[in-house]
């Protein structure tokens, strides 16, 4: 059975750094594709970053490019975000996603940016 | 980017009453293999988003069958046949088909 759990949100100050993690499980990791997708409070859903399965290839949203790093560690079956130079405008529920089409998300962690 | 529109942004529909949400794109999302990635994802209130119909019209395990995912092409839609209580929620289309994948605004849908 496939299991997506994310990890590592919190609050932050505008201008702060975070790292999520996504552990993943029931399936084999480095087959897929994999995302993040955020959700800010009242809004509808909007995707941040992909990364193939190797991890040679990474795409993100205009809104977060240079500052938003995704990776992943196959060995370990897990996917990472590093946020950095956090706005206000990034607060949401960050949702580590496979990306088969979008057929399983994980339970989301809060990240908040505020003063 | 293509964006995907939604419609209606706001659906308040009666117990047992039908429901119909509409998916546009300004170009065909069949795929280079032939398939369509049309899917549909499910928002139940303070739950994560679960994927309901993918590739158009086929519906995930466990889905009941009142829902049903139809369209070609550019125009699609997600209908439910007799709505109940638990398809409160918001619902949401994504391309799976061009890069990078885009969603659809939202639908709320709601008992009246």
């Known amino acids: 059975q496939v299991h997506l759990v994310e990890s590592g949100g919190g609050l932050v100050w505008p201008g702060g750094s975070l790292r999520l993690s996504c552990a993943a499980s029931g399936f084999t990791f480095s087959d897929y594709y994999m995302s993040w997708i955020r959700q800010a409070p009242g809004k509808g859903l909007e995707w941040v970053s992909y990364i193939s399965g190797v991890g040679s290839s990474k795409f993100y949203a205009d809104s977060v490019r240079g500052r938003f790093s995704i990776s992943r560690d196959n060995a370990k079956n897990s996917l990472y975000l590093q946020m950095n130079s956090l706005r206000v405008e990034d607060t949401a529920v960050y949702y580590c996603v496979r990306v088969g089409q979008f057929d399983y998300w994980g339970q989301g962690t809060l990240v908040t940016v505020s003063s | ?112």
């Open chain 2, 1 to 112: 980017d293509v964006v995907v529109t939604q419609s209606p942004l706001s659906l308040p529909v009666t117990l047992g009453q039908p429901a119909s949400i509409s998916c546009r794109s300004p170009q065909s999302l069949v795929h280079s293999d032939g398939n369509t990635y049309l899917n549909w994802i499910q928002q139940r209130p303070g739950q994560s988003p679960r994927r309901l119909i993918y590739q158009v019209s086929n519906r995930d395990s466990g889905v009941p069958d009142r829902f049903s995912g139809s369209g070609s092409g550019t125009d699609f839609t997600l209908k439910i046949s007799r709505v109940e209580a638990e398809d409160v929620g918001l619902y949401y289309c994504v391309q799976g088909t061009h890069w990078p994948f885009t969603f659809g605004g939202g639908t709320k849908v709601e008992i009246k």
